[in-house]
C-alpha cells in the first residue's frame, strides 16, 4: 500500500476494534532475519496465547515458539500409555497458522518428567520406552516443529553426568539412543542438546561437560545438531554468554542457538545486547529465543528479566535490542 493511502487510512485503523496497536516500534524477529538468522523467538503456551496481549505481541514481534511446558514428559505422557495433546497441539496449530516455526522442547529430561518413566530399572525396558516416547511424540508434528531439544540438562556442574533414571540405567548410552531415535523419527528436525549455566567460557560444565562430550559422541556419529545454551543470566553476564556461544559452536555442532534467554535487571543495561551481539558474531549461532514475553509471566519475575513489562510495553531492553539490529 502506498505510504499516502496509509496516512489516510491510518485514524480509521487505530480506531478499529479489531486492529491490535503494535506494541513495539519494530519486530525483533524481523531486524534478526535482515541480519541472517532464523528468528528471536519466546516461549508461551496454550494458558497464556489466550491471556491478554500475548497472543498480539508474539505475532508481531517474534519469529519462533517453544512450548514453555506443554511438550514435557509429564505433560504429554502422564501414565503409560496415555498421551494427552490438547495443550501441545493448540500451541502447534496457534504457531503454524502464522507461519512461525517452533523449538520442541523437550523429549528426555529427568525434571518434569512422568512418575511412571522415573521407576523403570530395566534397560531394555527403558530404551524401549525413550524410543516409543520420542517416536510417538516427533511423529505427531512432522514436519512442524524445526528444532528438537531432544535431551535436556543432562551434566552436573562439574561436567559429569547428572543422576537420574535415564543415566542410573543406560550411562550415557541415552545419548545415542534418544538422537538415533529422534533422527530415524524425522529426518528434517535439527536435534538439540540443551543446558543451564553454560553461561562463562571457562566454566566446567561448558569445556569438560558439554563441549569435550558433544565432540566424542559427533565423532561416534551421534546424530546431534545443535547445542542450545539455556541463558538463565544474572546482571552483568551477557558479555560472558556471547563468548560462551563462540565455545560451544567450537565442539564442532552445526549450530547453536540462545534457548531460553532472562536477565534478571540489574545496572548493566547492556546485557541483552550483549548476547545478541554475541549470536550475530558467530555464524553457527542460528537464533535467540527469550523465556517468557511479561516479566510477571517470568518464572523469576523477581528480577524482571523480560523484554515487556506488565502492560504489554516494551522496555529498555527491548529497544536495546532494537538499537543493536538496526545499525
Ligand atoms: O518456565 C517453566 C516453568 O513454568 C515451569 O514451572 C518450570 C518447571 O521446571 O520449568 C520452566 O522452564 C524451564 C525449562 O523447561 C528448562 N530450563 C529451565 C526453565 C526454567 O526453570
Redesign the pocket.
Known amino acids: 500500500m502506498k505510504a499516502s493511502l496509509l496516512f489516510l487510512l491510518a485514524p480509521f485503523a487505530a480506531a478499529a476494534p479489531t486492529v491490535e496497536p503494535r506494541q513495539a516500534a519494530q519486530s525483533i524477529d524481523a531486524l534478526i532475519k535482515a541480519k541472517g538468522k532464523e528468528y528471536f523467538g519466546t516461549?508461551t503456551d496454550q494458558r497464556l496465547l489466550q491471556t491478554g496481549r500475548n497472543a498480539a505481541i508474539i505475532e508481531a514481534n517474534f519469529g519462533s515458539v517453544t512450548p514453555?511446558?506443554s511438550m514435557?514428559w509429564e505433560s504429554l505422557n502422564p501414565q503409560r500409555g496415555v498421551y494427552t495433546w490438547g495443550q501441545a497441539d493448540y500451541l502447534v496449530n496457534w504457531a503454524t497458522q502464522r507461519n512461525k516455526t517452533i523449538r520442541g522442547?523437550?523429549l528426555v529430561w529427568h525434571?518434569?518428567l512422568a512418575g511412571w518413566v522415573r521407576n523403570i530399572n530395566n534397560r531394555n525396558e527403558l530404551i524401549g520406552v525413550i524410543e516409543n516416547h520420542i517416536k510417538t511424540v516427533m511423529d505427531r508434528y512432522k514436519g512442524k516443529i524445526y528444532h528438537w531439544d531432544v535431551i535436556?540438562?543432562m551434566f552436573n556442574e562439574d561436567g559429569s553426568l547428572r543422576p537420574s533414571v535415564f543415566s542410573n540405567v543406560l550411562r550415557d548410552e541415552f545419548v545415542g539412543i534418544a538422537f538415533r531415535a529422534a533422527r530415524a523419527a524425522d529426518p528434517s528436525a535439527k536435534l538439540y542438546i540443551n543446558d543451564?549455566n553454560l553461561d562463562q567460557p571457562g566454566y566446567a560444565k561448558v569445556t569438560r561437560g558439554m563441549v569435550d562430550n558433544v565432540r566424542r559422541w559427533l565423532s561416534q556419529g551421534i546424530p546431534i545438531d545443535g547445542i542450545g545454551t539455556?541463558g538463565?543470566l544474572q546482571a552483568g553476564q551477557g558479555a560472558g554468554l556471547a563468548q560462551t556461544i563462540r565455545v560451544l559452536a567450537g565442539s564442532g555442532v552445526k549450530e547453536v542457538a540462545v534457548t531460553?534467554l532472562d536477565i534478571q535487571q540489574g545496572t548493566n543495561t547492556q546485557d541483552y545486547a550483549n548476547v545478541v551481539r554475541g549470536c550475530l558474531d558467530e555464524p553457527k549461532c542460528v537464533g535467540i529465543t527469550v523465556?517468557?514475553v511479561r516479566d510477571q509471566d517470568s518464572?523469576r519475575p523477581q528480577g524482571n528479566p523480560l523484554l515487556f513489562d506488565g502492560n504489554y510495553n516494551p522496555k529498555a531492553n527491548y529497544n536495546s535490542i532494537v538499537q543493536l539490529l538496526s545499525r
Do not use: A, F, L, P
Open positions: 516461549c514453555e511446558n514435557k522442547h523437550t525434571s518434569q535436556n540438562e543451564y539455556q538463565h531460553e523465556w517468557g518464572w
